[in-house]
């Protein structure tokens, strides 16, 4: 048995050259980017307009404004997140050794 029979190769050792990493994932379209980089400034803006102008008016308002502020970012990053989900349901191309 030889080290090129894949049933004797280390399942720890080093990847092929041309072999992608497992963390490996498409880059975000620039619609998404622009998408995810919005919703996350109108976060950052919802807060410090929420505590820094409105509480002065109403409390109320100010705890709204930031409960809407803590939803948006598990949203940002889905909607980041959406070209590489898809690619993960694909399954990887047969490679011959």
């Keep these: 048995m030889s080290l090129d029979d894949p049933g004797q190769r280390d399942s720890h050792g080093p990847a092929p050259d041309n072999a992608d990493p497992p963390w490996h994932s498409p880059e975000p379209p620039r619609r998404d980017k622009r998408l995810y980089y919005a919703l996350m400034g109108t976060c950052v803006v919802l807060i410090i307009v929420a505590w820094q102008v409105v509480r002065y008016f109403s409390v109320l308002a100010a ?29 990887p191309p047969f490679q011959h050794h």
Excluded: G, K, L, Y
């Design 63 to 91: 705890i709204i404004m930031s409960a809407v502020a803590v939803i948006i970012p598990p949203v940002a990053v889905i909607i980041a997140n959406r070209a590489s989900s898809v690619d993960r349901h694909q399954p």
